[in-house]
């Protein structure tokens, strides 16, 4: 087994000590926890266990956005994607599992003293959620979902297909984004709202079936194609502020998610960087350790320089979102520099180990799987490039 490297300490200078310390806390519990259950599960496509899910919430992993008078730790985005490339370093699906806790506490169901004790325990890792916003036909386009939800009385009753939803069966609650009638809205296309639908952990709502979708990567939990065939759910008081411009709220919280997923790219990127370091140090040919040849100690130093830059971006990213000001461009730039970035860095991790980085003997080709669906989940990359051209030269003329 080679040794792995740790070659990321270059980038504290700027972190505060209480974010050095919750990142080293994170890099532990990946070194400990993380990365063994990954070795072992991943190859067999099996999922995180609960057991893990409860000692993440005992850190506070799910509640660290989650205001302190709702039993989080109230802090900010970037000691969240601090916490994520950590966690991504070891297994990129337990870096997402903390969005759960994290990206929907303002979407939990209910009111009054009920609603602040999901929160608590949401912070806790004890009561997570699920989004189900992609349909067979919808994707990047979110404006165009079809999946309907009727009013009748104080319940929704919603119809139709979702698509990409992760960890739809192990959620206490899945988020449906559906459109509904709006006699002000362009004639067909009516409102949006966002439908919270609580269920029992472990199990599909009542009235929607399902299928996990096969994935080559993302593993450590199942991604869901779903149909609503007339599931009710009680009309939340949170729906009368949200009906008929879901979409809008969804798209604004996407700043977040991308600021997440350039962490978990950058967290992938540095773990194929440090294995190919360790490897290259005890890959002996021709007489040398293949660290001695120039090709591969370009490769790395090129691997190390472009890492670091994520970084940087991400860090200046996180704090324009934690100062409240807009950050459209930084975020998708982040998000879409980060995310290439990290599928050549961890393909040239392959290519440093030749064959052996062909196998599943070594975590690299794990790390490049999930480095490559970075580039497509939270908006791709195409639709990155789309939001930062549109900045900056306008939107384009149509004729």
Known sequence: MVATTDISGG?????TNEQRMIRDLARDFTRDEVTPLANRLDPERGEFPDELIEKMGALGFFGIMIPEE??????????????????????????????????FYRSIPGSGEARRAKIAAMAE???????????????SD????????????????????KYWCTFADRADFISVLCRIDDPAAPEGRGGTVSVAVEKPRGRLPEGVTGSPIPKIGYHGWKTWELRFDGVRAPVQVSDAAS????????????????????????????????????????????GRPISDFQAIRFKIATMATEIEA????????????????PATVETSMVKYFAS???????????QILGGAGYTTLH???????????????????????????????GKPTRP
Request: aromatic letters at 6%; hydrophobic letters at 40%.
């Open 125 to 139: 890792g004890r009561y997570l959620g699920a989004a189900a916003l992609s349909e067979p036909q919808t994707g």
């Open 142 to 161: 979110l404006s165009s979902v079809s999946c309907r939800a009727r009013r009748d009385g104080d319940e929704w009753v919603i119809t139709g297909n």
């Open 363 to 393: 975590p690299v080709e794990r790390y490049w799987r999930d480095a490559r669906l970075t580039k497509i989940f939270e908006g791709t990359s195409e639709i990155q490039q789309r939001i930062i051209s549109d900045q900056l030269l």
């Open 11 to 15: 980038s504290s200078a700027r972190l």
């Open 340 to 350: 290439e970035m990290s599928e050549r860095v961890t393909s040239e991790a392959i």
């Open 243 to 286: 009906t008929g411009r879901a979409f809008q709220a969804t798209a604004a919280a996407l700043g977040v998610a991308r600021a997440h997923t350039a962490a978990r790219s950058i967290g992938l990127a540095q773990a194929a960087l440090d294995h190919a370091v360790g490897y290259a140090r005890e890959r002996v040919q021709f």
């Open 70 to 103: 709702h039993g989080g730790l109230g802090l900010g985005v970037l000691e969240y994607c601090l916490v994520a490339e950590e966690l991504a370093r070891g297994w990129m699906s337990v870096a997402s599992v903390i969005a759960r806790g994290n990206g």
């Open 310 to 325: 994520a970084r940087q971006l991400m860090y200046h990213t996180c704090a324009e979102l934690d100062a409240g000001r």
